[in-house]
T-cell receptor
């Protein structure tokens, strides 16, 4: 079974807009990671946030983590058509298993 | 350097056939993971190797699934007597040892069982 659930399941926005997707999980974690998957490049690591961190930035990406609510959000600013992909959160519970969520399908319209 | 590679990229099998899927991790990566991804879903953990030791195989769906990594580098996932429900993309990932390391994924093998 999958621990994480992304919300929304699908999101469609115009190029230049911001995209926000959320991830909820069930158990305590060491870290949470966000991945992007499209048909062209497979599954690609975007950013990792440790359990003792609350916010992290990487380029146009901003990730927040609220361990009290067991939730994380990924913000993509100034979206581009190339950002069209599925986005997954993955939690590392310290047991070797990385548990992926169900994914958010993002479509950026040019 | 080279990333994680998997072969074959596509495999069509008749129900009941055995298949073997190969993963070449990034050189020097101690940790190796196999995942199964059904259409429209996120990857689901199958098994984990640390060097040649299979430390966790709790995600393998049945005893028809078997994975090995005999020399601590290349890994093979074998599925015996394939069933239609085995149809999925099988992803391999590798990483450095220890917490807080990102996983590098291969392109996957798309298995279709007819």
């Amino acid at each position: 079974s999958q621990q994480g659930e992304e919300d929304p399941q699908a999101l469609s926005i115009q190029e230049g807009e911001n995209a926000t997707m959320n991830c909820s999980y069930k158990t305590s974690i060491n870290n949470l990671q966000w991945y992007r998957q499209n048909s062209g490049r497979g599954l690609v690591h975007l950013i990792l946030i440790r359990s003792n961190e609350r916010e992290k930035h990487s380029g146009r990406l901003r990730v927040t983590l609220d361990t009290s609510k067991k939730s994380s959000s990924l913000l993509i600013t100034a979206s581009r058509a190339a950002d069209t992909a599925s986005y997954f959160c993955a939690t590392d519970t310290g047991t070797y298993k990385y548990i992926f969520g169900t994914g958010t399908r993002l479509k950026v319209l040019a | 350097g080279a990333g994680v590679s998997q072969s074959p990229r596509y495999k069509v099998a008749k129900r009941g056939q055995d298949v073997a899927l190969r993963c070449d991790p990034i050189s020097g990566h101690v940790s190796l993971f196999w995942y199964q991804q059904a259409l429209g879903q996120g990857p689901e953990f199958l098994t984990y190797f640390q060097n040649e030791a299979q430390l966790d195989k709790s995600g393998l769906p049945s005893d028809r699934f078997f994975a090995e990594r005999p020399e601590g580098s290349v890994s093979t996932l074998k599925i015996q007597r394939t069933q239609q429900e085995d149809s999925a993309v099988y992803l391999c990932a590798s990483s450095r040892l220890g917490p807080n390391n990102e996983q590098f994924f291969g392109p996957g093998t798309r298995l279709t069982v007819l």
